[in-house]
T-cell receptor, first 114, second 112 residues
Framework: DAKTTQPPSMDCAEGRAANLPCNHSTISGNEYVYWYRQIHSQGPQYIIHGLKNNETNEMASLIITEDRKSSTLILPHATLRDTAVYYCIVRFPLGTDSWGKLQFGAGTQVVVTP | DADVTQTPRNRITKTGKRIMLECSQTKGHDRMYWYRQDPGLGLRLIYYSFDVKDINKGEISDGYSVSRQAQAKFSLSLESAIPNQTALYFC???????????FGPGTRLTVL
């Protein structure tokens, strides 16, 4: 199963774009990249996911490199409420016994400042 | 998300006591999960269930047991609580194995 590497923390100014990197160099061809976030002690919240193509929804954009070894989550206009721990997760591939499970790492603590 | 509820939200107990944490969902999802979170760490999977008759161990199932009483209910039990089971516990549900997981608000458990 692919593991992910994220910086432990980063700061972002309110109103600016926050770019959160994630390395997943051992990802296999049928594994998706998921992003969740956890606001202090609350349950994690789904943000976005993708396989190969870039994805965008009302919360964020996900940019996956062509070789799929890394990705970037973009919060286009960060607000104070975006302060949270952000988890990049590579989901176990379809067909394996672990399909459906999420393996959380330590994530990136993002602090948005005024 | 109010569709996934956990009770109790906070619990303090003593070593050796039996504790049950309950999770209920109104999302109609077949799949339910129990995770624990320790300070500064990500979530670790304890048990998961893909339907009422299916129970599977996760990464850290020792010391825990579960019961899937119905599609909407999934309970986690600590038969004899110990201090290193002090943690934040989350229940989650999903529509399919590949579907997004929806998390409850968490139960903060302290074992003295």
């Amino acid at each position: 199963d692919a593991k992910t590497t994220q910086p432990p923390s980063m700061d972002c100014a309110e109103g600016r774009a926050a770019n959160l990197p994630c390395n997943h160099s051992t990802i296999s061809g049928n594994e998706y990249v998921y992003w969740y976030r956890q606001i202090h002690s609350q349950g994690p919240q789904y943000i976005i996911h993708g396989l190969k193509n870039n994805e965008t929804n009302e919360m964020a954009s996900l940019i996956i490199t062509e070789d799929r070894k890394s990705s970037t989550l973009i919060l286009p206009h960060a607000t104070l409420r975006d302060t949270a721990v952000y988890y990049c997760i590579v989901r176990f591939p379809l067909g394996t016994d672990s399909w459906g499970k999420l393996q959380f790492g330590a994530g990136t603590q993002v602090v948005v400042t005024p | 998300d109010a569709d996934v509820t956990q009770t109790p939200r906070n619990r303090i107990t003593k070593t050796g006591k039996r504790i049950m944490l309950e999770c209920s969902q109104t999302k109609g999802h077949d799949r339910m999960y129990w995770y624990r979170q320790d300070p500064g760490l990500g979530l670790r999977l304890i048990y998961y269930s893909f339907d009422v008759k299916d129970i599977n161990k996760g990464e850290i199932s020792d010391g825990y047991s579960v019961s899937r009483q119905a599609q909407a209910k999934f309970s986690l039990s600590l038969e004899s609580a110990i201090p290193n089971q002090t943690a934040l516990y989350f229940c989650a549900t999903s529509y399919s194995p590949g579907g997004n997981q929806f998390f409850g608000p968490g139960t903060r458990l302290t074992v003295l």
